[in-house]
């Protein structure tokens, strides 16, 4: 951010704030407690998380023996990890595209609405704020394979029934179908911000231009200008989708025969069900990897965001 | 006001392609509710129907707060995401306070490892949390619930930059006022930073609320179960036979949040998505 | 490349409010006519209800004798630079400038954002572009910033990209609204001297609209005054300053802002006006020239108190309180008179003839020969 950046620099060349004179113990006072938090419940156990990873500990062994690169060795060997992996990635690339399209299109859509736009930005954003764990209750009641009112209709219209989370074919689209549901208003509201910052005389002066008809100017206006934005919503949706949890521990439990098995219900399930620290704590290590490569992305685009102001 | 781009026939089409997506989106919340009030019968009537035929009224819902504790959960909810919001308060605004306004050694070093932590969700640290807590007899306890959370590096970055917009001629003023600095953080900087606070309580609250894995590592009894957990492990143990009963309880659980929401839909916007924003 | 416009009758209301009644104005081909008057006079809606921005309510409009109410604005041959310039932040200048002959002159698939340039057989328009482009750049001397973001430019090089994108096009008219309004004092003024030298040179129409009326009277052919949705006076600078045909033109027009006081009052301070004022009370107005501190032929004599000096270095601005408390300023040579210090007593020479006259509406009462200002015709 460099914004930051360049204030900070000029601080540091003429100290303007008054606590610069005042003794430093006040803000060690200050950020203590907060810094207690931060090497107790995030450094301390990332850092023996890491080590774990090096382990073959089990939980409820006394002794702990190291093995090196061993779980990891056998993580990449493991079908059902990658699986998990592959499934993961699967997942994401369904979620992410389809909640930021559909976010960006719900979003136009009701930015050129004269009346209405609040009610519809209500109706979109209630699956954000609504309980992910009960949503997903009703889409297990809503798609399943005999009672479901989905397959009711599906029915009703002459078409054959669909047993979505019943088989493996379609279990994994079904929890990315619930997850671009609840995203997608989220990433409605994002677009919605960046629409109402394009100036209104910028669309004065497509039309002067020359840009008569209204898909010119959202090809040569608007998209461009929410081209930062959009970057920043596909990389919070693919964090989002990346770390899919509590549809599969209520609809699938990765079922069918691994279907959803996706990377942090697998982990869970090494850790806290079968007990294998080791290995579990290595699966998290992956995780975080690819976690702190979005992350970098996500730095990357924020500083891209600043670019055209 | 104006803007070239807005003509009737486009204004219909836009408002018909709305509305049946508007209608996609809250079939679920309907489904919820229409089955929370009909009878079990009419779930295996192999055909759809928009009201119920017997209306059950509220039996589901006063046999989930009678059989099964759903009072209890959200009691729950109310403690652990009330709870943690409120450490995180009492240890987040200091500490941003301290980074926005003062000079000392460590402080870019600090400041350097709270945008590190922003990227740190909590599972990575949940091993070795889990094997803490264990060893010190805390699994399955309210503190154990709450503990991961009690320091929210996002809300030190965002109290550290609402905090930096603030006026230091307010605060140069107190203190020749002879305030110390506790009393000018609390009773003149926040009052005067209170929609961030707002914003980010929030967010806080309806992440925490709806938060379901660290939950299910750490907590065992019923008696202490959060509301997603609560309901997750109610569905498994019914085998999700007694929908009426599910949906009721899905609904009574949903609801603070929802209502909350309705309430004040543009609070609820802002801090939902701050993370985004920001 | 030049045209006369017409504007008959326009009126605009929002609900029940109307912003503009009844505007009627003519504009010769080639002039420079400044729009001006105080903020919510309706100013910038009639431009762009003249640019196709806004449809107005009633009324019609017309650039050279062909009426121009249906078309869209791409198509009434009319270039408009904004108050915030309105530059495409994501697009290099070149591509700024361009933008209006892309969208006119390139088919659709050509005009997509990057892949455009590959679509066939557009060569020799591309070159046309680029070559105008360069020449629009070169006018305004932007030439070496047109690889840069406007982000990456000054406030007044932003403000020539915005004129270079209007050039472009040779349009027959040039719509500006309040385009120097962002700009710092000094640039202000440099620009002004730009904008008037780039009309002269491309001769073509121009409506400018600004609330600031020393750069509507230094650079307009002729100033349209509006109040209240209304132009008030139509006139070149020079007639508005010395025959207002409204007390609100008088007041707006000039600064320091004309004096005025009622026949009453003047006759009570000094009765030698009695025989040369109406026997109805009216509003007697004197710019500051007018008024002088040492006796002259046809002047007479009143009492007044010092209150204030501004020195402008040539001259001096002195302002004097009447007795009853009436406001007075008056224009004098540096070194001409004695200084004092303020509250002292001195006498200030009004003329007795020559000065303007206002009815209780605001209306001129003593110049017949002023022409009517909506010569539409």
Known sequence: MPADLTQSVSISRAPRRLGAILSPRIAYGLAAPSVLLLVLTVMAP??????????????????????????????????????????????????APASVLLGLFLAVLIDGLSKGQRFYRLIFFLPVTATVVAMAMVWKYLLHGTIGPFNLLLQSLGLPSLDVFGGRDLALAGLAAINIWSLAGFNMVLFAAGLTAVPEDLYEAAAMDGMDSKFDRFLNVTLPLLGPVTMFVIVTSTITAFKVFDTVAVITHGGPRGATDVLLYTTYLEGFSYFRMGSAAAMTVVFLAIMMVFAWIQARVLDRKVHYR | ?????????????????????????????????????????????????????????????????????????????????????????LTAIPCAYALAKFEFRGRDLLF???????????????????????????????????????????????????????????????????????????????????????????????????????PMVVIRSNDLMTPPLGLAFFADSESGANYGALMAMATILTAPLMIGFLLAQRHFIRGITMTGVK | ????????????????????????????????????????????????????????????????????????????????????????????????????????????????????????????????????????????????????????????????????????????????????????????????????????????????????????MTMSDRVAVMMDGEIVQCASPAQLYGNPRDLRVARFIGSPEIATISSDELIAENGGFAPVLPRDPVTVAFRPEAVLLSPAADHLEIPATLERIEQLGPELLVFLRLGSGTRLSARAAAGRIPLSAEGQSLSAWLPARGFMLFDANGRRLDAPHIREFADAG
């Open chain 3, 1 to 216: 490349m030049t045209a006369a416009v017409q504007l008959r009758n326009i009126s605009k209301s929002f609900g029940e409010t109307q912003t503009l009644r009844d505007v009627s104005l003519a504009i010769r081909p080639g002039e420079f006519m400044s729009l001006v008057g105080p903020s919510g006079c309706g100013k910038s809606t009639l431009l762009r209800i003249l640019a196709g921005l806004a449809p107005q309510s009633g009324g019609t409009i017309s650039i050279d004798g062909t009426g121009i109410d249906h078309l869209p604005p791409s198509a009434r041959d009319i270039a408009m630079v904004f108050q915030s310039y309105a530059l495409y932040p994501h697009m290099t200048v070149r591509q700024n400038i361009a933008t209006p002959l892309r969208m006119r002159r390139l088919p659709a698939p050509a005009r997509l954002p990057g892949i455009g340039r590959l679509w066939p057989g557009q060569r020799s328009k591309h070159n046309g572009i680029d070559q105008a482009v360069i020449d629009a750049a070169r006018l305004v001397e932007i030439e070496p910033m047109l690889d840069r973001r406007p982000a990456a430019l000054s406030g007044g090089q932003r403000q020539r990209v915005a004129l270079a994108r209007a050039i472009v096009r040779h349009p027959r008219v040039f719509l500006m609204d309040e385009p120097l309004s962002n700009l710092d004092a000094r640039l202000r003024v440099t620009m002004r001297a730009e904008i008037a030298a780039l009309h002269r040179r491309l001769g073509a129409t121009f409506v400018y609209v600004t609330h600031d009326q020393v750069e509507a």
């Open chain 1, 46 to 95: 990332i850092m023996m998380m890491i080590l774990l990873s090096f382990t073959s500990y089990k939980f409820g062994e006394t002794g702990i023996e190291w093995i090196g690169i061993g779980n990891y060795a056998q993580l990449f060997g493991d079908r059902t990890f990658r699986r998990a992996l592959w499934n993961t990635f699967a997942y994401v690339l369904m979620v």
């Open chain 2, 112 to 214: 350097a490892l709270v945008l590190f932590s922003l990227t740190v969700p909590i599972q990575a640290p949940a091993l070795p949390l889990f094997l803490g807590l264990n060893a010190i007899g805390a699994i399955d306890t309210y503190f154990a619930a709450m503990v991961p959370f009690f320091l929210s590096v996002f809300a030190i970055f965002l109290f550290r930059q609402t905090f930096r917009t603030y006026p230091d001629e307010i605060i140069q003023a107190a203190r020749l006022d002879g305030m110390s600095e506790w009393a000018i953080l609390w009773t003149v900087v926040v009052p005067g930073c209170l929609p961030s606070v707002a914003a980010f309580s929030i967010f806080s609250v309806t992440a925490h609320w709806n938060d379901l894995y660290w």
């Open chain 2, 1 to 89: 006001m104006n803007r070239p781009h807005r003509f009737r026939p486009g204004q219909i089409l836009s408002h018909v392609i709305l509305l049946f997506l508007a209608f996609l989106f809250m079939f679920p919340f309907y489904v919820m509710i229409v089955t929370s009030v009909r009878s079990p019968a009419e779930l295996f009537v192999p055909e759809f129907r928009w009201l119920p035929e017997s209306f059950t009224g509220l039996r589901y819902y006063i046999q989930a707060v009678a059989d099964i504790p759903a009072l209890t959960f959200l009691k729950n909810g109310v403690l652990i995401s009330g709870g943690i919001l409120i450490v995180q308060l």
